[in-house]
């Protein structure tokens, strides 16, 4: 039964219905489509990396506590059919959350009734802990298929990591335009899982920070500025093969048409930046605040002259500002999909906003991409001084699944 | 009071007999079956039996008090005596159907014990499937007369030594009584208004509501240390206990009672226990934890036998969990007790709160498969 069909509708007119009470203002420059409309599960890479960035996240990393593969990969398979139903927007078990007998726990936790599938996307990603541990032991007969792309990342200069929310064995992205949705996403794997992997830490994202479609405008981070004016785009075809997908050849097969992720929580000490003079702000990020314009132009999408210099003689983008140290000529052309989100935790006993950037980025090769693009702006980003990255992760994304007689992790347990 | 728990033992198994398989007119055997304990062995007289009416006299030649059990397949409890003090001797009467068993003594009353195999031979008939629920019910109801047992006596003793003004005794004692009020604990919330003055916490109180029972003592004892005017609040704990205690052993809990028990005892465990809020003057929370798993295993060993004909994947699943979750938790122990809540780490905890969460995912679905025919 699809979830929306308890409240007594059916139909397409029912969706339109549902979905029109689920979003009543939709500002003009949105793309028309339906936000509460349901997303293809399956195709050949995974949905919620190109798919034009959702308003909200819920990221999960797990560890595997189960010592045996069998497990893990029948829980692999029943999170697969869980997901192909969620993304669906049906409940993520067959009986759903009243369908079942009453002595026994729903198979669905239910707080997703007559919700929409609002966009949902669920993203599975393969840390290096689990093909081998800590101690190197190769844990399910897999540690010969870790892709060499797939190593732990370096320790960058000012790294502040919390180790109990970094890292992780497998993760899910979920992202939705309704939170949720995504939340309820992420709870009924967690459940599914218990026994095999346990929850090491998750992260509720709100307010897209990145587009990734040229149909959306840019949107803004907590420091008041656009964020990823520059990122790769889904209309770029030939720029997403070159940056984006895994290639043969490039790793072990069962990786050809995945990507890699990096997260990166990046905490912003937001009340300094907050006192901090306009134009200071705007010579540290290299970019207008109200267009988001390279201070060399005069719209968002010129690009920025980093040769360009002042009447001092000085270059009109300092050599420590954001924009220069990020960009993919510093890099040999490197350019890395964001898909990230602000997040607020509360406060923090200081009375200080718990805010910042849940920074998630999709690339071919983090060794070519993420790690010498980080390694610049750690040493030398005059943002440095108002963010602190607090948490870390890498994993493999493999590619999507064709059909329902697949299921995640195959490729690559089979 | 020994007297009285031996008596209560005996009725149940006296019970449990004319519910048994034995309709038959096989010959009942009345052999006795010596058991001699020591702390390191335990010397059972005969290994095999026929089946009918079996009667141990146990004797502790040991040091430490001990404990005798007969456990059916996966620790189901066929019959068991707790308590029996160093140089004294006493008798299990059980009636053990055709089948396998393991004899096991307890010195210490700690640990799986050191066990031996049991046989009892001759012919039963096997059980209908309701008669087989039927049967998990009368199990239980006998588990829950052993514990409600000690539990009288270990609380007695406690409130004595609280009362005497004997703090450390008193201290030694709060864990012990409590194993056994946490192992029936979903038998004891039935009756409402005991369950808070026996066991409520001073948050959980409304306004001008009493703060009585355990752990009212607890606070006495471990934060202000001065117990001198905690005899009233003694007495009333040994009262209350004895009511409650009454009305549990008239009160026969349904197979889907049982079921959501075992489920209860472990959300117990995952909210109460794993957090530090149960004992939070005394962090003897590992006891409590201890002692809710085993009221778990003994409410879905009660049901084994119902479980084994409907789905015997999830009874091996579930004898996989037990066993780790003991396995986590034997890491812990101090003596013949536990660590104190404080001695863990977060990372214990974690380890200790996802083998909780492995075991109770499942046994959550116990209940349907219960009510299921």
């Keep these: 039964m699809k979830r929306r069909n308890i409240l007594g509708l059916a139909g397409a007119g029912a969706a339109g219905i549902a979905a029109a009470g689920a979003v009543t203002v939709r500002r003009r420059d949105e793309p028309a489509t339906d936000p509460g409309a349901a997303l293809p599960f399956y195709g050949a890479h995974q949905a919620g990396i190109v798919t034009p960035a959702q308003d909200r996240l819920h990221f999960v990393a797990f560890d595997v506590i189960t010592r045996t593969r069998e497990d893990l990969v029948s829980m692999l398979e029943a999170w697969t059919a869980a997901a192909a139903r969620m993304t669906a927007g049906r409940d993520a078990g067959t009986h759903g959350a009243v369908g079942g007998v009453p002595e026994a726990p729903p198979d669905d936790t239910g707080e997703a009734i007559g919700l929409p599938a609002s966009g949902l996307t669920l993203t599975i990603g393969f840390g290096p802990g689990l093909f081998r541990d800590a101690d190197g032991r190769d844990r399910f007969g897999i540690a010969d298929r870790r892709p060499d792309a797939l190593a732990e990342l370096p320790r960058f200069p000012g790294d502040a990591l919390d180790p109990a929310i970094s890292g992780g064995d497998i993760c899910v992205q979920a992202c939705a335009h309704d939170p949720q949705v995504a939340v309820h996403a992420i709870r009924n794997l967690a459940r599914i899982g218990m026994g095999v992997v346990s929850v090491r830490w998750s992260q509720l994202g709100f307010g897209r920070t990145s587009s990734t479609s040229a149909g959306q405008p840019t949107p803004r981070n907590l420091f008041g500025f656009k964020d990823g004016t520059a990122n790769l785009k889904a209309e770029e075809a030939s720029a997403l093969d070159e940056h984006l997908w895994v290639h043969a050849g490039d790793g072990p097969d069962w990786m050809t048409g995945g990507s890699y992720l990096v997260t990166r929580k990046i905490r912003m000490i937001i009340e300094t930046w907050d006192r901090t003079s306009l134009r200071e702000q705007e010579a540290i990020v290299g970019r207008t605040k109200g267009d988001g314009a390279p201070l060399t132009g005069a719209a968002e999408f010129d690009e920025p002259d980093l040769a360009a210099a002042g009447p001092d003689g000085l270059p009109v983008i300092a050599t420590d500002a954001h924009v220069r140290l990020a960009h993919p000529s510093a890099h040999g052309g490197a350019r890395l999909l964001r898909r990230g989100y602000n997040y607020v935790d509360g406060s923090d006993g200081l009375g200080r906003l718990d805010a910042g950037l849940f920074f998630i980025a999709y690339q071919r090769d983090p060794r070519r991409q993420f790690i010498p693009v980080q390694t610049a702006l750690a040493r030398r980003d005059a943002l440095n001084e108002y963010i602190r990255h607090v948490s870390s992760a890498i994993f493999a994304c493999p590619p999507g699944l064709p059909a329902a007689d697949d299921f995640w992790g195959r490729s690559l347990f089979s | ?373």
């Design chain 2, 1 to 373: 009071m020994r007297t009285t728990r031996l008596l209560t033992a005996v009725s149940a198994t006296l019970l449990l007999a004319a519910c048994g398989a034995n309709t038959q007119d096989r010959q009942t055997s009345d052999g006795t079956i010596t058991v001699a304990a020591t702390d390191t062995a335990c010397d059972v007289g005969a290994a095999e039996t026929a089946a009918g009416t079996v009667t141990f006299t146990v004797a502790n030649k040991g040091s430490k008090v001990t404990e005798f059990y007969v456990y059916a397949a996966g620790d189901r409890i066929m019959g068991e005596v707790e308590n029996i003090a160093p140089g004294l001797s006493r008798d299990l009467i059980v009636e053990l159907p055709a089948g396998s068993y393991e004899t096991a003594c307890k010195p210490g009353m700690a640990g799986r014990g050191i066990r031996a195999a049991f046989t009892a031979t001759g012919s039963a008939a096997p059980l209908t499937d309701d008669a087989k629920l039927a049967q998990a019910t009368t199990d239980y109801q006998r588990y829950v007369k052993s514990q409600t047992g000690a539990l009288i006596e270990k609380t007695t003793e406690f409130a004595a030594a609280v009362k005497a003004g004997d703090v450390a005794s008193a201290k030694a004692l709060f864990p012990v009584a409590r194993t056994y009020w946490e192992r029936i604990e979903p038998v004891a919330e039935i009756f409402g208004d005991l369950d808070p003055a026996i066991d409520g916490r001073e948050n959980d109180l409304e306004p001008g509501q009493e703060f009585t029972g355990y752990h009212r003592l607890e606070k006495d004892l471990w934060e202000t240390g001065d117990i001198s005017a905690s005899g009233p609040t003694a007495d009333k704990l040994v009262a209350d206990v004895h009511r409650i205690v009454d009305l549990a052993n008239t009160t026969t809990l349904s197979p889907l009672q049982l079921a959501n028990g075992a489920k209860e005892l472990l959300d117990e465990v995952a909210t109460g226990k794993i957090t530090g809020e149960e004992d939070r003057y005394s962090h003897t929370d590992l006891w409590d934890f201890a002692a809710n798993v085993e009221g778990s295993r003994a409410a879905i060993a009660a049901l084994r036998p119902a479980l084994e004909a409907r789905d015997p994947a999830l009874v091996a699943m579930l004898d996989t969990r037990f066993a780790a979750v003991v396995a986590s938790l034997e890491a812990h122990r101090a003596g013949d007790g536990w660590k104190l809540h404080t001695e863990l780490t977060d990372a214990d905890l974690k380890r200790l709160s996802d083998d909780i969460n492995a075991l109770a995912e499942p046994i959550s679905t116990v209940a349907a498969l219960v009510a299921s025919k």
